[in-house]
Structure formats: structure tokens, C-alpha cells
């Protein structure tokens, strides 16, 4: 079973950026398609961005395409998202997600992590 820790969120002005890291154990981390997700207080966990085996095709949604950019380092077993130009609905509690078949894109599916919290302010 893979294990997923999430880490580098936090508190960050608006306009702001910040790293997410989600370190990968117990099963070999480049057989795992990667995704991040994010759940906003009182909404639904919804898609953000995903990332391929190899790290060749990544996927976003359209509020942080441009935005936002995921990444993975095989060698390190951690996929990153890069956020840039932070808005304040970008507030929410993001979680990584593994799937040895399919690219993220839903939540019904996959090993998740416990999430990070991500505060964006005036």
C-alpha cells in the first residue's frame, strides 16, 4: 500500500506563491499516476491537477491553468505543485492522490493523503 504525506502549506499573502511537496512510500512511486485535489470549507474536493507516470503530461483545472504547475522527481518519490499569483479562493485543504492505472481526475479513486492546509489573505 503507498503512503502519502503532504507538506508546504501554510499561510501566504494574496498574489503570493507556494510550494506543496507529497512524498511518496511503500510501493514504487514512478508505477503511480499523481494528482493533487483541493476542499474549500463547505464545498466538494475538486480537481486541480495531475501528473503522468513519467511526468510527460500534466493536466489542470481551468481556474489554475497558468497558474499552477505540477511536477515529479522520481529519483526523490514526491510530486509538487507550484502556486503561483495565489488567489483567495485558492484557500482550501489540498490533498494528493496516487493511482497506479488512471491520471487523477476524480475522487472516487486512488490512495490520498491527510492533506495541507493552504490560507491565502489580503
Known amino acids: 500500500q503507498v503512503r502519502l504525506v503532504e507538506s508546504g502549506g501554510g499561510l501566504v499573502q494574496a498574489g503570493g506563491s507556494l510550494t506543496l511537496s507529497c512524498a511518496c512510500s511503500g510501493r514504487p512511486f514512478s508505477t503511480y499516476a499523481m494528482g493533487w485535489f483541493r476542499q474549500a470549507p463547505g464545498k466538494e474536493r475538486e480537481f486541480v491537477a495531475a501528473i503522468n507516470r513519467s511526468g510527460s503530461i500534466t493536466n489542470y483545472a481551468d481556474s489554475v491553468k497558468g497558474r499552477f504547475t505540477i511536477s515529479r522527481d522520481n529519483a526523490k518519490d514526491t510530486v509538487y505543485l507550484q502556486m503561483n499569483s495565489l488567489k483567495l479562493e485558492d484557500t482550501a485543504v489540498y490533498y494528493c492522490?496516487?493511482?497506479?492505472?488512471?491520471?487523477?481526475?476524480?475522487?472516487?479513486?486512488?490512495?490520498w493523503g491527510q492533506g495541507t492546509q493552504v490560507t491565502v489573505s489580503l
Open positions: 492522490v496516487a493511482d497506479p492505472i488512471l491520471m487523477p481526475r476524480s475522487t472516487n479513486r486512488g490512495t
